[in-house]
């Protein structure tokens, strides 16, 4: 969360400066944008190590998403952005030295990460040049993610759940004009949100609710239109 914080400040005091360069980039009110791109997890969301309870064990995935800018003026607008990640997960091998009676090695591995949401806030949109724009975006909305199931040497020990939470995400795309709405659209993106689940241990069949701080850094490409 604290580099969240920066990342919105940082982008908030550029918002002025960079307005002041600003130009016309386009008669059209509206640009939808279709892009995909790698997801790299980071923080907890990353982390593979035995002993942080809250590590998500993902392995960098894939994203694709769905933006819609509305300008209120020329510099000023809103957007929309529609999302999807998917991202697989690292193995854990531990092996155990009980002496004389030999050493036992025990696996724990899960299944995938799932998340998908909506998400939608201010943006300032600036003009580098006749071709190229760019968009500054702070947004904030509510994401669907699926908990993966976690297994003990290929055994299933708990049941994978669907969560809700909200998402809080921030970043800067660049639009290089390809015809008169046509345009090529490059985004990075940092993407946090705390989903809450109930996991159930099907070895004791007791349930618990549980949390998951997911953290991420996208990047991608695409392409979109103006009208």
Same mark, same amino acid.
């Given at each position: ?6 990342? /919105? ?8 400066? +960079? ?6 980039? /386009? ?12 997801? =790299?997890?980071?923080?907890d ?6 002993? !942080? ?27 929309? @952005?529609? =999302? ?13 030295? *009980?002496? $004389?009676?030999?050493t036992?090695?025990?696996?724990? /591995?899960? $299944?995938n ?5 909506i ?7 600036? @003009?580098? !040049? ?31 759940? *669907? ?19 046509? %345009?090529? %659209? ?12 109930? +996991?159930?241990?099907? *070895?004791? $069949?007791?349930? $618990? ?8 850094? !996208?990047?991608?490409?695409?392409i979109?239109?103006?009208?």
């Amino acid at each position: 969360m604290k580099k969240l914080l920066l990342l /919105t400040l940082a982008l908030m005091a550029g918002l002025a400066l +960079m307005a002041q360069g600003s130009r016309k980039t /386009t008669e059209y009110k509206s640009a939808l944008a279709f892009h995909a791109g790698p997801s =790299f997890p980071m923080g907890d969301f990353s982390s593979s190590m035995p002993d !942080n309870e809250e590590a998500g064990l993902a392995k960098p995935g894939i994203t694709l998403g769905l933006n819609y800018q509305y300008l209120l003026n020329e510099q000023v607008g809103i957007t929309v @952005s529609g =999302f999807y990640n998917f991202h697989k997960t690292n193995k854990l091998v531990f092996e155990f030295d *009980w002496g $004389d009676e030999g050493t036992e090695t025990v696996t724990m /591995t899960a $299944d995938n990460w799932h998340f998908y949401g909506i998400s939608a806030g201010p943006s300032l949109q600036f @003009s580098l !040049n006749k071709n190229l724009s760019s968009n500054l975006h702070v947004l904030g909305g509510v994401a669907n993610v699926r908990l993966p199931a976690f297994y003990y040497n290929d055994e299933e020990m708990t049941r994978a759940d *669907w969560g809700i939470g909200p998402v809080i995400q921030g970043g800067m795309d660049l639009k290089l004009n390809a015809g008169k709405q046509f %345009f090529i %659209f490059l985004n990075g993106e940092y993407q946090y949100m705390r989903p809450t689940f109930r +996991m159930l241990d099907i *070895w004791t $069949d007791e349930s $618990d609710k549980v949390y998951q701080k997911i953290s991420v850094l !996208n990047v991608t490409g695409g392409i979109g239109f103006r009208f």
